[in-house]
């Protein structure tokens, strides 16, 4: 599986930018599509997910109310519709699609999936 992101740019804050994530390939044993972003100095950060099949998401706390997960499985594509957007939501911003079989990480605490797919990432940012 190949994923490309793409809406990233230059936005005012208080803005708003529509991230896609496209996929290609065999995305049939894919389970969960997540959003990360890594800041200049920082380590990458979770900022949302879905699950492939269903609705429920998850998301961190600094954007909720902010950002919208969403998902169009007959286009093999993932959103990230992001509203009021602050300087500190700038950032590189990634697309990870995960599945397959899942094993517990060694710490006992994470859990490790079979299949862990990444885009090269869009740059969002925000000007204050």
């Known amino acids: 599986v190949q994923l490309v992101e793409s809406g990233g740019g230059l936005v005012q804050a208080g803005g708003s930018l529509r991230l896609s994530c496209a996929a290609s390939?065999?995305?049939?044993?894919?389970?969960?599509m997540y959003w990360y972003r890594q800041a200049p100095g920082k380590q990458r950060e979770l900022v949302a997910a879905?699950?492939?099949?269903?609705?429920?998401?998850t998301y961190v706390d600094s954007v909720k109310g902010r950002f919208t997960i969403s998902k169009d499985n007959a286009k093999n594509a993932l959103y990230l519709q992001m509203n009021s957007l602050k300087a500190e939501d700038t950032a590189v911003y990634y697309c990870?699609?995960?599945?397959?079989?899942?094993?517990?990480?060694?710490?006992?605490?994470?859990?490790?999936?079979?299949?862990?797919?990444w885009g090269p990432g869009t740059q969002v940012i925000v000007s204050s």
């Open positions: 990870n699609w995960k599945g397959g079989s899942m094993v517990w990480a060694a710490n006992g605490k994470d859990v490790k999936y079979e299949y862990d797919y």
């Open positions: 390939g065999d995305t049939s044993s894919i389970l969960v």
């Open positions: 879905i699950h492939k099949n269903g609705d429920v998401s």
